[in-house]
């Protein structure tokens, strides 16, 4: 779990360094998410960092705190919950402690056996998966404060992580929407930010999905409009995925607009 825990600090750290000159007047800027505040983001991550590590070290004090945001969640007012669950804590002294959870955070998993079964909104998942989500979470939030201040991302391979997320909820993509996923599942042939090829799935030519890694990472966790990326896609199963694609739990969401997720300068 060493590589995956470094992973999640490391991208967190990027997010830190883009954000950790911005005063108070500036974190409470709307994002192009769902008109978000970049400290709604941080405070979103930084509940949530903090209850996948208590998911792991103790299962249950987890079930307790998630009991109190059940109700909440339920009344799809989940963001009361997250302000309640940070006492307060807001602009940059959110920002210091969103931060001081992600080392915390990345500490308890990086030592943790990968396999390891944790509590998770009603179902367990791997160790493995939930520091993977946290990650995918962090850089997904964190692609619309690069947006907003009109800021090029220079992502990393440790968007692998991701790209398997994204390539293994095909399936859950169509179910979560009530629909039967189309077979077989497209092949992934990925480009990495490091130029290196990343392959996923069966060969397959009449199925496929072709290019920048960063592009699919975008796609799947609905940064970005397939529209607006020059993924080259070939096949009804690959076209369909494509345009509902979501590897994050939850309720279905649907894509941005094509041309709606954009830097704003």
Same mark, same amino acid.
């Given at each position: 779990?060493?590589?995956?825990?470094?992973?999640?600090?490391?991208?967190?750290?990027?997010?830190?360094?883009?954000?950790?000159?911005?005063?108070?007047?500036?974190?409470?800027?709307?994002?192009?998410?769902?008109?978000?505040?970049?400290?709604?983001?941080?405070?979103?991550?930084?509940?949530?960092?903090?209850?996948? /590590?208590?998911?792991?070290?103790?299962?249950?004090?987890?079930?307790?705190?998630?009991?109190?945001?059940?109700?909440?969640?339920?009344?799809?007012?989940?963001?009361?919950?997250?302000?309640?669950?940070?006492?307060?804590?807001?602009?940059?002294?959110?920002?210091?402690?969103?931060?001081?959870?992600?080392?915390?955070?990345?500490?308890?998993?990086?030592? /943790?056996?990968?396999?390891?079964?944790?509590?998770?909104?009603?179902?367990?998942?791997?160790?493995?998966?939930?520091?993977?989500?946290?990650?995918?979470?962090?850089?997904?939030?964190?692609?619309?404060?690069?947006?907003?201040?009109?800021?090029?991302?220079?992502?990393?391979?440790?968007?692998?992580?991701?790209?398997?997320?994204?390539?293994?909820?095909?399936?859950?993509?169509?179910?979560?929407?009530?629909?039967?996923?189309?077979?077989?599942?497209?092949?992934?042939?990925?480009? /990495?930010?490091?130029?290196?090829?990343?392959?996923?799935?069966?060969?397959?030519?009449?199925?496929?999905?072709?290019?920048?890694?960063?592009?699919?990472?975008?796609?799947?966790?609905?940064?970005?409009?397939?529209?607006?990326?020059?993924?080259?896609?070939?096949?009804?199963?690959?076209?369909?995925?494509?345009?509902?694609?979501?590897?994050?739990?939850?309720?279905?969401?649907?894509?941005? /607009?094509?041309?709606?997720?954009?830097?704003?300068?």
């Amino acid at each position: 779990m060493q590589q995956d825990a470094l992973d999640f600090h490391d991208e967190s750290e990027a997010l830190h360094a883009l954000t950790e000159s911005l005063s108070d007047a500036e974190l409470r800027q709307p994002t192009a998410f769902k008109r978000w505040t970049i400290e709604r983001v941080l405070r979103h991550l930084h509940v949530w960092n903090h209850a996948a /590590a208590l998911s792991l070290v103790d299962a249950e004090r987890f079930a307790l705190w998630y009991a109190r945001a059940i109700p909440y969640r339920l009344a799809g007012t989940l963001e009361h919950f997250e302000e309640l669950a940070c006492d307060g804590l807001a602009g940059r002294a959110l920002l210091a402690a969103w931060r001081t959870q992600c080392r915390k955070t990345a500490e308890c998993f990086a030592t /943790a056996d990968p396999k390891a079964r944790v509590a998770w909104a009603g179902k367990e998942m791997s160790a493995r998966s939930s520091i993977t989500a946290r990650l995918m979470e962090t850089w997904a939030h964190g692609q619309a404060i690069h947006d907003l201040l009109g800021v090029y991302r220079r992502s990393t391979d440790r968007i692998r992580g991701i790209a398997v997320l994204g390539f293994n909820t095909y399936g859950w993509s169509f179910r979560n929407r009530g629909m039967e996923p189309p077979s077989p599942p497209p092949c992934l042939r990925l480009t /990495a930010p490091s130029g290196a090829y990343w392959r996923f799935g069966e060969e397959n030519p009449k199925e496929c999905i072709v290019g920048p890694a960063e592009e699919f990472c975008q796609v799947v966790t609905q940064t970005r409009n397939i529209a607006d990326t020059s993924l080259q896609l070939t096949g009804a199963n690959a076209a369909a995925w494509m345009a509902i694609a979501q590897c994050f739990a939850g309720p279905p969401e649907a894509p941005p /607009a094509a041309g709606s997720r954009a830097p704003s300068r």
